[in-house]
């Protein structure tokens, strides 16, 4: 059997995520204890005493290090995948998976990519919308109606039928109400900080290049399918230049998703929290199994399930 694992993105954070993880597994406790972001990754995660876990500063880093305390307690059981990906910040995780960044270096990356991120945004009237039930050439002809308003782009393809818009206010807006005279049977506003994965996002692109020239990438141990292609890498491409580039693109899930199914992927495993992916799965390829793990049971549940493959 096929095995990949799908890393959620900033979105699906809650309150108490890891909570058990970290009095049950001191492979998760040497996680979370062991990245330096500025501020107590427990605290915030756990309890969130100031109300703080949703903004993006705080928001990536507390995901980040619970994807990776996740895939040391997989790996301690044996469960390992044979491909990785994730929405948005959740291909940090994946890259920490494969053996690329160390958890403690996905952590404090994730941190500096949040702020980064933050300071980007900062500032401007920007918006982002989920578009439901319209193609995709559709609605690039809506967001393309609509830029005389400012940036409007498609930030996410995350599933059939679904599909995100983000960029200046006015410009969302507008492309937001031409999609549903073209036939979209919602438009969503999202409540975000900012124009995430638009070229709006190009400060942070620089950001991150700048940053990366301090960090030393590993080899990675099996395939990771990356946000900006919807597949693997190919022999041109480096990580420090796809991760760049997806701060300031879009998300290819869908695409994503399909490549694992032509790769003969049976079960996509989703770290969480959440099951945001896991309905994506079901929309793009039913076929796939998925198991969303995020508690002491769920891992439990999947160590069952793998046992019976």
């Known amino acids: 059997m096929k095995l990949a694992f799908l890393y959620a993105g900033q979105g699906s954070q809650h309150p108490g995520m890891g909570a058990d993880l970290y009095e049950a597994y001191p492979e998760f406790r040497a996680v979370l204890d062991g990245a330096d972001v500025g501020f107590d990754l427990k605290t915030v995660s756990f309890t969130d005493p100031d109300g703080v876990l949703n903004q993006t500063q705080y928001t990536q880093p507390c995901m980040v290090a619970f994807a990776a305390g996740m895939t040391a307690i997989l790996a301690n059981k044996g469960i390992h995948p044979d491909y990785a990906a994730g929405l948005s910040l ?45 193609d995709r050439d559709t609605l690039r002809q809506a967001c393309e109606e609509a830029s005389d308003e400012g940036v409007v782009e498609i930030a996410n393809y995350n599933c059939p039928g679904q599909l995100v ?12 109400a031409r999609a549903k005279e073209l036939g979209a049977k919602r438009c969503l506003p999202l409540k ?14 620089d950001a991150l290049r700048e940053k990366f020239t301090q960090i030393t990438f590993g080899e990675m141990k099996f395939p990771v399918l990356f946000n900006c292609l919807g597949h693997e890498m190919g022999e041109g491409d480096t990580i420090p230049a796809l991760l760049e580039r997806q701060v300031q693109s879009s998300v290819y899930m869908e695409d994503t998703i399909r ?5 003969g992927v049976d079960m996509i495993v989703e770290i969480g929290p959440g099951k945001v992916l896991s309905g994506f799965v079901k929309k793009t390829v039913p076929a796939i199994k998925t198991c969303a793990v995020e508690t002491c ?9 793998l046992k019976g493959e």
Not at 93 to 117: I, N
């Open 90 to 134: 959740g291909e940090y995780s994946a890259l920490e998976a494969a053996g690329v960044f160390t958890a403690r270096q996905a952590v404090e990356l994730a941190a500096f990519r949040g702020k980064a991120m933050a300071e980007a945004a900062a500032g401007v009237p920007c918006g982002m919308s989920a578009v439901l039930g319209l």
């Open 165 to 176: 818009i983000g960029g200046h206010k006015a410009a969302v807006d507008k492309a937001a």
């Open 192 to 205: 975000v900080s900012g124009p995430f994965h638009t070229s709006l996002l190009a400060p942070a692109g």
């Open 259 to 263: 490549r694992l199914a032509e790769l």
């Open 297 to 305: 049971a769920d891992i439990d549940a999947l160590c069952e399930a």
